[in-house]
Structures are given as structure tokens and as C-alpha cells.
């Protein structure tokens, strides 16, 4: 048997590259996230058309 690999707790920071930067979905990504961090909206996942998950 193969033995486990301790994974340590991540520390610091995260950097993701978002391509096409000056694009509608990283914008609006990018405020989405930040209005999360802000307390102005909710974590919640995608709507479809109908609006319903």
C-alpha cells in the first residue's frame, strides 16, 4: 500500500490569472468577488434564464 502524503494548511496568499482581463466575464467576475468581500451580495451560484439553479 502506497502511504499518504501529508498535505500541509495553505498560508499566504492565492494569485489566479484571469486571460482576457478587459473582457465582460472577468469583469464581471472580478466584481462579483469584490461585493462578496464587501458584504454587499451573496456567495450564490449561477442563475439560468429561468431563474432557478
Known amino acids: 500500500m502506497r502511504k499518504k502524503d501529508k498535505i500541509l494548511p495553505a498560508k499566504g496568499r492565492l494569485g489566479v490569472l484571469l486571460p482576457g482581463l478587459a473582457g ?3 469583469t464581471t467576475f472580478i466584481a462579483g468577488v469584490e461585493a462578496v468581500r464587501r458584504g454587499m451580495a451573496l456567495p450564490i ?3 439560468a434564464e429561468m431563474g432557478t439553479i
Open 24 to 26: 465582460a466575464v472577468s
Open 45 to 47: 451560484g449561477s442563475l
